[in-house]
């Protein structure tokens, strides 16, 4: 069974077909294995002769039987897949599975699995009917960042709240933008702009930072583009974070100076930077020259912990001419952003060779492990290689330097 939950976490459903065709005594004996291969006939008569076994849970991840169907793999790979696994669904629910099951990990629910994970409309339907919640923290998140339209507005006739900050402490809206290059991504932008559309409201404050919409925006360098939607929108210029920091200052001292001129304009009032945000600022906008101006002796002590790292974060948006203007200044090259990434790290996972040449040789440790994964550099090249490669990555050079 281990081997089976590998398989279903992996979403391979070949695999996972030819594993039940290879123990078909368990797809006729549990109800996790039956209910993932849609196997309702099965399942009516375990639950007639094992009541429990409906509720029973399993796995790493304790899986119940609705959560192993939602979260099946073979969702999507025919008409009769989908016909069994939505007749399964309806038998785990009617035997009295609970439809706001979660697994233990991360804590989604099976409604995820068939509005975020994968968009499963008539499996959706079915739990929420039976009463599974809509605002669950993790469903209307992920359906906006894959733009599952159907799954959406289902979502929103059974009334989710585009405003509800969710387990992890924030909005649908500020998921996005804080997570996601908007600009870059067609399926993001698209479940943005729905977001805004239909009532998500821009001044909700999320984080324990309390910002909204627009700071995150502001401070992640989203395009000129997103903060005109935002603004469109409702965004207010005037509000503050926690930490008494304006949209605009957030832009400003990020270098993000055509974003903090369209917030001027807005109506957000202009404040001076001190040396260190100049510094910051320069760094930003990837000018070395400028940022080797401003230095002066203990910067980097006087920074707040998430101004010191802005170089993880320049090296996971992209930003070369940022991360090579912070290597200008001496920034220390082993600082880590929350999850324990270095920007070596990130540039390993982007095959960045050019930038993991330059980290390497101001420092950079290359063994040091992240928090999350508790894997190296070249575990995130690997992993960037193998599942999530950009077209213009050097991955051959990059494993080569590492």
């Known amino acids: 069974m281990d081997e089976f939950f590998s398989l279903l976490e992996r979403g ?47 796995g790493p991840q304790a899986f119940t039987p609705l959560l192993t169907a939602c979260a099946s793999p073979l969702h999507g790979r025919s008409s009769v897949h989908d016909a069994a696994l939505d007749e399964t669904v309806a038998v785990l629910l009617a035997a009295g599975a609970d439809p706001n099951a979660r697994e233990s990990r991360y804590g989604v629910s099976a409604l995820y699995f068939v509005t975020g994970h994968r968009e499963v409309p008539s499996v959706a339907r079915r739990l929420l009917a039976a009463g599974a919640t809509p605002n669950d923290g993790e469903s209307v998140f992920h359906a906006a960042e894959h733009f599952h339209e159907a799954a959406l507005a289902l979502l929103l006739e059974y009334h989710v709240d585009l405003n509800h900050v969710g387990d992890w402490g924030n909005t649908p809206l500020y998921f996005l933008l804080r997570w996601f290059d908007i600009a870059e991504g067609s399926a993001v932008r698209r479940g943005f702009d729905w977001l805004l559309q239909h009532g998500a409201n821009p001044n909700v404050r999320s984080s324990a930072m309390q910002e909204t919409a627009l700071h995150v925006a502001a401070w992640q360098g989203q395009s000129v583009d997103v903060l005109r939607a935002l603004l469109a929108h409702g965004a207010d210029v ?165």
Do not use: I, N
């Not at 039940?20 to 375990?46: I, K, M, N, Q, S």
């Open 238 to 402: 005037t509000l503050r974070r926690a930490d008494g920091m304006s949209a605009w200052r957030l832009a400003a001292r990020r270098g993000f100076a055509e974003l903090a001129e369209l917030l001027e304009k807005a109506g957000s009032p202009v404040e001076p930077l001190s040396p260190d945000e100049q510094l910051l600022a320069a760094c930003g906008r990837g000018d070395a020259s400028a940022a080797r101006a401003a230095v002066t002796a203990g910067w980097f002590a006087r920074l707040s912990e998430d101004d010191q790292r802005l170089l993880p974060w320049a090296a996971s948006r992209g930003r070369e001419d940022s991360v090579r203007a912070c290597l200008a200044v001496g920034w220390p090259v082993d600082v880590q952003d929350g999850m324990g990434a270095t920007a070596l790290h990130w540039a390993a996972m982007h095959g960045r060779s050019g930038l993991v040449a330059a980290l390497l040789d101001a420092g950079a440790p290359r063994h040091l492990r992240d928090h999350e994964h508790q894997a190296t550099p070249r575990g995130w090249a690997e992993f960037g290689r193998d599942v999530v490669p950009r077209e213009e990555g050097d991955y051959v050079g990059t494993l080569a330097l590492l």
């Open 12 to 58: 391979d459903g070949g695999a996972l077909l030819q594993y039940g065709a290879a123990h078909p005594e368990l797809a006729v004996t549990d109800a996790h294995l039956a209910a993932a291969l849609g196997r309702a006939d099965v399942l009516r008569g375990l639950l007639v002769r094992d009541t429990e076994a409906v509720r029973r849970t399993a």
